[in-house]
């Protein structure tokens, strides 16, 4: 079971900043991919970004050059760093992380997702 406490969702003014962080904990033998959703009302939950245990990270096209993901592995904690924001990133943003689980014969892999946190870009 993995357990992920999201924080630094709010209300933001366009063009300002907002940094989410995602901390796991849990019993898992390594974390591989962390990464960061988001769903808007009437919107399907879309990949904003993700990062491999090795840092190599990937941005949705709408979001490159303003949000950058990065992880703390030593902490087991990703973030996501949100700066000239738009009323269009308005939405619940859900950390995931995949994580592999020792089952006393091989691995598996899991998923989680957490409680998600609100960002709210309005004037």
């Known amino acids: 079971q993995v357990q992920l406490v999201e924080s630094g969702g709010g209300l933001v003014q366009p063009g300002g900043s907002l940094r989410l962080s995602c901390a796991a904990s849990?019993?898992?033998?390594?974390?591989?991919?962390m990464g960061w959703y988001r769903q808007a009302p009437g919107k399907q939950r879309e990949l904003v970004a993700s990062?491999?245990?090795?840092?190599?990270?990937n941005h949705v096209d709408s979001v490159k050059g303003r949000f950058t993901i990065s992880r703390d592995n030593a902490n087991n904690t990703v973030y996501l760093q949100m700066n000239s924001l738009k009323p269009e990133d308005t939405a619940v943003y859900y950390c995931?992380?995949?994580?592999?689980?020792?089952?006393?014969?091989?691995?598996?892999?899991?998923?989680?997702w957490g409680q998600g946190t609100q960002v709210t870009v309005s004037s």
């Open positions: 995931n992380v995949r994580v592999s689980v020792y089952t006393g014969i091989g691995y598996r892999t899991d998923e989680s």
């Open positions: 849990g019993s898992f033998f390594t974390i591989n991919t």
């Open positions: 990062i491999t245990k090795s840092g190599i990270t």
